[in-house]
Protein backbone atom coordinates (compact mmCIF):
# COMPACT_ATOMS: atom_id res chain seq x y z
CA UNK A 1 0.00 0.00 0.00
CA UNK A 2 1.36 3.48 -1.22
CA UNK A 3 0.35 5.98 1.91
CA UNK A 4 2.02 9.22 1.77
CA UNK A 5 3.56 11.35 4.57
CA UNK A 6 0.34 13.57 5.38
CA UNK A 7 -2.02 10.36 5.32
CA UNK A 8 0.15 8.52 8.04
CA UNK A 9 0.97 11.82 10.12
CA UNK A 10 -2.55 12.27 10.20
CA UNK A 11 -2.71 9.10 12.08
CA UNK A 12 0.08 9.24 14.22
CA UNK A 13 -0.94 12.46 15.54
CA UNK A 14 -4.71 11.21 15.97
CA UNK A 15 -3.64 8.15 17.95
CA UNK A 16 -1.46 10.91 20.01
CA UNK A 17 -4.16 12.74 21.04
CA UNK A 18 -5.95 10.10 22.11
CA UNK A 19 -4.69 9.42 25.27
CA UNK A 20 -7.07 5.94 25.94
CA UNK A 21 -5.61 4.43 23.09
CA UNK A 22 -5.42 0.64 23.58
CA UNK A 23 -3.26 0.47 20.10
CA UNK A 24 -0.49 -2.25 20.46
CA UNK A 25 -0.03 -3.26 17.20
CA UNK A 26 1.25 -0.40 14.39
CA UNK A 27 2.65 -2.40 11.05
CA UNK A 28 3.39 0.34 8.60
CA UNK A 29 5.45 -2.09 6.35
CA UNK A 30 6.10 -1.33 3.03
CA UNK A 31 4.18 2.27 2.56
CA UNK A 32 6.67 4.27 1.12
CA UNK A 33 6.68 7.01 4.39
CA UNK A 34 9.56 8.97 4.31
CA UNK A 35 11.04 11.61 6.88
CA UNK A 36 7.43 13.40 7.70
CA UNK A 37 5.87 10.15 9.22
CA UNK A 38 9.11 9.36 10.84
CA UNK A 39 9.54 12.19 13.00
CA UNK A 40 5.23 12.06 13.79
CA UNK A 41 6.35 8.75 14.55
CA UNK A 42 8.86 9.42 16.40
CA UNK A 43 6.87 12.48 18.51
CA UNK A 44 4.39 9.11 19.15
CA UNK A 45 6.69 7.12 20.65
CA UNK A 46 7.99 9.59 23.06
CA UNK A 47 4.66 9.22 24.86
CA UNK A 48 2.81 6.54 24.10
CA UNK A 49 1.91 3.43 26.26
CA UNK A 50 0.03 1.45 24.86
CA UNK A 51 1.99 0.00 21.36
CA UNK A 52 3.76 -3.11 21.89
CA UNK A 53 4.99 -3.85 18.44
CA UNK A 54 5.85 -1.36 15.26
CA UNK A 55 6.82 -2.45 11.97
CA UNK A 56 8.41 0.20 9.51
CA UNK A 57 10.24 -2.04 7.39
CA UNK A 58 11.17 -1.60 3.20
CA UNK A 59 10.34 2.14 4.17
CA UNK A 60 14.07 3.43 2.78
CA UNK A 61 13.21 6.81 3.00
CA UNK A 62 12.82 6.94 6.36
CA UNK A 63 16.64 6.87 6.90
CA UNK A 64 16.90 10.50 8.43
CA UNK A 65 13.84 9.65 11.06
CA UNK A 66 16.23 6.45 12.78
CA UNK A 67 18.00 8.56 15.28
CA UNK A 68 14.85 10.56 16.40
CA UNK A 69 13.04 6.88 16.91
CA UNK A 70 15.89 5.64 18.69
CA UNK A 71 15.94 8.77 20.40
CA UNK A 72 12.20 8.93 21.12
CA UNK A 73 11.92 5.20 22.55
CA UNK A 74 14.88 5.81 25.11
CA UNK A 75 12.90 8.99 26.54
CA UNK A 76 9.45 7.20 27.05
CA UNK A 77 10.46 5.57 30.37
CA UNK A 78 7.23 3.81 30.02
CA UNK A 79 6.83 2.11 26.69
CA UNK A 80 6.19 -1.10 26.72
CA UNK A 81 7.70 -1.91 23.15
CA UNK A 82 8.73 -5.29 22.65
CA UNK A 83 9.42 -5.93 18.61
CA UNK A 84 10.73 -2.84 16.18
CA UNK A 85 11.15 -3.93 12.94
CA UNK A 86 13.16 -1.21 11.11
CA UNK A 87 14.64 -3.60 8.64
CA UNK A 88 15.76 -1.31 5.05
CA UNK A 89 14.89 1.77 6.04
CA UNK A 90 18.08 3.15 4.89
CA UNK A 91 19.74 3.57 8.42
CA UNK A 92 23.16 4.50 8.70
CA UNK A 93 25.92 5.34 11.71
CA UNK A 94 24.19 7.72 13.39
CA UNK A 95 20.71 6.22 13.59
CA UNK A 96 23.17 3.04 14.57
CA UNK A 97 24.31 4.98 17.27
CA UNK A 98 21.36 6.30 18.51
CA UNK A 99 20.05 2.63 18.78
CA UNK A 100 23.26 1.72 20.80
CA UNK A 101 22.50 4.77 23.54
CA UNK A 102 18.89 3.32 23.72
CA UNK A 103 20.08 -0.50 24.00
CA UNK A 104 22.11 1.17 27.06
CA UNK A 105 19.36 0.93 29.16
CA UNK A 106 16.00 -0.19 28.00
CA UNK A 107 14.40 -2.98 29.40
CA UNK A 108 10.97 -3.69 27.08
CA UNK A 109 12.68 -4.60 23.45
CA UNK A 110 12.61 -8.48 22.95
CA UNK A 111 12.99 -8.40 19.19
CA UNK A 112 15.11 -6.01 17.35
CA UNK A 113 15.02 -6.23 13.30
CA UNK A 114 18.19 -4.38 11.52
CA UNK A 115 18.43 -6.28 7.99
CA UNK A 116 19.65 -4.66 5.26
CA UNK A 117 20.33 -1.36 6.37
CA UNK A 118 23.48 -1.50 4.43
CA UNK A 119 25.38 1.56 5.63
CA UNK A 120 24.75 0.80 9.27
CA UNK A 121 28.14 -0.19 9.49
CA UNK A 122 31.47 -1.86 11.56
CA UNK A 123 31.39 0.61 13.79
CA UNK A 124 27.98 0.63 15.16
CA UNK A 125 27.74 -2.48 14.94
CA UNK A 126 30.10 -2.97 17.44
CA UNK A 127 28.47 -0.06 19.54
CA UNK A 128 25.44 -1.70 19.32
CA UNK A 129 26.92 -5.10 20.72
CA UNK A 130 28.72 -2.92 23.73
CA UNK A 131 25.45 -1.30 24.51
CA UNK A 132 23.58 -4.76 24.94
CA UNK A 133 26.46 -6.17 27.05
CA UNK A 134 26.73 -3.00 29.27
CA UNK A 135 22.95 -3.19 30.06
CA UNK A 136 22.66 -6.12 32.53
CA UNK A 137 18.74 -5.53 32.52
CA UNK A 138 18.37 -6.07 28.95
CA UNK A 139 15.76 -8.60 27.65
CA UNK A 140 16.31 -8.63 23.70
CA UNK A 141 16.06 -12.72 22.49
CA UNK A 142 15.79 -11.50 18.79
CA UNK A 143 18.60 -9.45 16.86
CA UNK A 144 18.78 -9.70 13.34
CA UNK A 145 21.43 -7.55 11.14
CA UNK A 146 21.26 -9.47 8.08
CA UNK A 147 23.08 -7.17 5.59
CA UNK A 148 24.69 -4.26 7.77
CA UNK A 149 28.00 -3.97 6.92
CA UNK A 150 29.04 -5.66 9.83
CA UNK A 151 33.21 -6.44 9.81
CA UNK A 152 35.93 -7.67 12.21
CA UNK A 153 35.36 -4.91 15.06
CA UNK A 154 31.55 -5.66 15.51
CA UNK A 155 32.06 -9.69 15.31
CA UNK A 156 34.33 -9.00 18.26
CA UNK A 157 31.83 -6.51 19.82
CA UNK A 158 29.45 -9.35 20.01
CA UNK A 159 32.15 -12.36 20.90
CA UNK A 160 32.42 -10.02 24.07
CA UNK A 161 28.82 -9.51 24.23
CA UNK A 162 28.31 -13.76 23.58
CA UNK A 163 30.94 -14.44 26.31
CA UNK A 164 28.23 -13.18 29.11
CA UNK A 165 25.19 -12.82 27.44
CA UNK A 166 22.14 -14.42 29.35
CA UNK A 167 18.85 -12.73 27.24
CA UNK A 168 19.68 -13.50 23.72
CA UNK A 169 18.07 -16.75 21.88
CA UNK A 170 17.97 -16.08 17.87
CA UNK A 171 20.82 -13.97 16.54
CA UNK A 172 21.23 -13.42 12.50
CA UNK A 173 24.25 -11.88 11.19
CA UNK A 174 24.20 -13.24 7.83
CA UNK A 175 25.41 -12.09 4.22
CA UNK A 176 28.28 -9.50 6.57
CA UNK A 177 30.88 -10.75 4.41
CA UNK A 178 33.78 -8.48 6.08
CA UNK A 179 32.91 -10.38 9.78
CA UNK A 180 35.86 -11.92 8.88
CA UNK A 181 37.42 -15.66 10.07
CA UNK A 182 39.00 -14.41 13.08
CA UNK A 183 35.80 -13.17 14.31
CA UNK A 184 33.56 -16.16 13.42
CA UNK A 185 36.30 -17.77 15.65
CA UNK A 186 36.09 -15.59 18.48
CA UNK A 187 32.26 -15.96 18.42
CA UNK A 188 32.44 -19.78 18.72
CA UNK A 189 34.95 -19.68 21.41
CA UNK A 190 32.85 -17.09 23.22
CA UNK A 191 29.60 -19.40 23.24
CA UNK A 192 31.76 -22.11 24.61
CA UNK A 193 32.93 -20.01 27.57
CA UNK A 194 29.41 -18.62 28.68
CA UNK A 195 28.19 -21.68 30.52
CA UNK A 196 24.74 -19.68 31.11
CA UNK A 197 24.12 -19.06 27.13
CA UNK A 198 20.70 -18.89 25.86
CA UNK A 199 21.27 -19.24 22.15
CA UNK A 200 19.52 -21.46 20.27
CA UNK A 201 19.65 -20.06 16.49
CA UNK A 202 22.99 -18.58 15.11
CA UNK A 203 23.01 -17.56 11.52
CA UNK A 204 25.97 -16.98 9.76
CA UNK A 205 25.85 -17.01 6.61
CA UNK A 206 28.14 -15.60 3.68
CA UNK A 207 30.84 -13.92 6.46
CA UNK A 208 33.83 -14.96 5.45
CA UNK A 209 34.15 -17.34 7.43
CA UNK A 210 37.14 -19.84 7.30
CA UNK A 211 39.07 -22.81 8.67
CA UNK A 212 39.93 -20.80 12.30
CA UNK A 213 36.11 -20.55 12.44
CA UNK A 214 35.18 -23.77 11.74
CA UNK A 215 37.35 -25.49 14.10
CA UNK A 216 36.18 -23.49 16.71
CA UNK A 217 32.50 -23.95 16.43
CA UNK A 218 33.52 -27.87 15.70
CA UNK A 219 34.54 -26.96 19.11
CA UNK A 220 31.93 -25.60 20.32
CA UNK A 221 29.45 -28.11 19.31
CA UNK A 222 31.74 -30.91 20.96
CA UNK A 223 30.95 -29.10 24.04
CA UNK A 224 27.55 -29.49 26.09
CA UNK A 225 26.02 -25.29 24.20
CA UNK A 226 22.66 -24.27 24.02
CA UNK A 227 22.47 -24.15 20.08
CA UNK A 228 20.09 -25.79 17.98
CA UNK A 229 20.63 -24.05 14.69
CA UNK A 230 23.71 -23.09 13.49
CA UNK A 231 24.03 -21.92 9.36
CA UNK A 232 27.45 -21.71 8.00
CA UNK A 233 26.23 -21.71 4.56
CA UNK A 234 28.45 -19.80 1.89
CA UNK A 235 31.47 -19.21 3.86
CA UNK A 236 33.48 -20.43 0.57
CA UNK A 237 37.04 -20.64 2.55
CA UNK A 238 35.46 -23.00 5.52
CA UNK A 239 37.48 -26.13 3.47
CA UNK A 240 37.50 -29.73 3.90
CA UNK A 241 38.89 -30.28 7.08
CA UNK A 242 36.71 -27.38 8.72
CA UNK A 243 33.42 -29.48 8.04
CA UNK A 244 35.08 -33.21 8.19
CA UNK A 245 35.15 -31.41 11.62
CA UNK A 246 32.30 -30.27 11.95
CA UNK A 247 30.43 -33.22 11.04
CA UNK A 248 32.57 -35.85 13.64
CA UNK A 249 31.17 -32.97 16.09
Not at 9 to 33: E, M, P, Q, Y
Not at 152 to 175: D, I, T
Not at 233 to 245: F, I, M, S, V
Amino acid sequence: NKLDDPLITAIVDGTLRNHGTRLSVLNLRKTCIGAVAGEALARLLRSNHSLEVLDVRNNPELAAAGTALATALRENAETRMRNLHLGNTGLGPAAGEALAVLLRSNRSLEWLDLDRNTQLGDAAGAALAGALRENAETRLQYLSLQNCGLGPNAGEGFAVLLRSNRSLEWVNMAHNTLLGDAAGAALAGALQENGETRLQTLILLNCGLGPTAGEGFAALLRSSCSLEVLILGQNLQLGDTAGAALAEA
